[in-house]
């Protein structure tokens, strides 16, 4: 977590410097790009300080983290060994996939402040909390397909209820 604390205050400083706002406010306009962009700031960090693990090669490939040598090249389109890695700003932890899975999931919880004024007041971004666990395929539920909408899933709340009591990091214990 401390990687992208560094990279939004560095981001940040040069932003303010010349008169243009922060990252989170810019990508909290398009609310997915700010979560992706933290999944993969993430990922990236984590198989930089892992000895196991590494970022899987493929595009859009799953999991995110792969266990370093286990399949070609590091790049496996739908592999089974690793780590799916998500961020949202659901504090129940709730993300939504494309697909129900057997799978090891990490997701880190994180705050934006987008309301102090003035802007340059505005506390960073903060995570407050990190669950790591095993979900199963029956601990989804499939959303409803919208009209201009891909179909997703996402823990039903059994399978949240499960997940989050595997938490590793917790601002508070109600977080």
């Known amino acids: 977590m401390q990687d992208i604390y560094d990279f939004f205050y560095d981001v940040n400083k040069m932003l303010l410097d010349k008169g243009l706002g922060r990252i989170e406010d810019i990508l909290e306009r398009r609310k997915a790009t700010l979560s992706g962009l933290l999944s993969d700031l993430l990922t990236a960090s984590l198989a930089r300080h892992s000895r196991a693990l590494t970022e899987n090669r493929y595009p859009n490939g799953h999991p995110d983290l792969i266990l370093r040598g286990r399949y070609p090249n590091d790049a496996v389109k739908a592999g089974e ?84 009591a595997n938490w590793l990091y917790r601002l508070s214990p109600t977080g």
């Open 81 to 164: 060994a690793g780590i799916e890695v998500k961020s949202t700003k659901n504090t129940n932890a709730a993300v939504d996939m494309h697909g129900a899975r057997d799978q090891i999931l990490c997701v880190f919880v994180y705050e934006v402040d987008s309301e102090t004024e003035p802007v340059t007041e505005r506390r960073p971004l903060t995570f407050n909390a990190v669950y790591l666990g095993q979900v199963r395929i029956d601990d989804f539920r499939r959303n409803a397909r919208g009209p201009l909408g891909t179909r997703t899933a996402t823990l039903d709340r059994e399978g949240i209820a499960k997940f989050r």
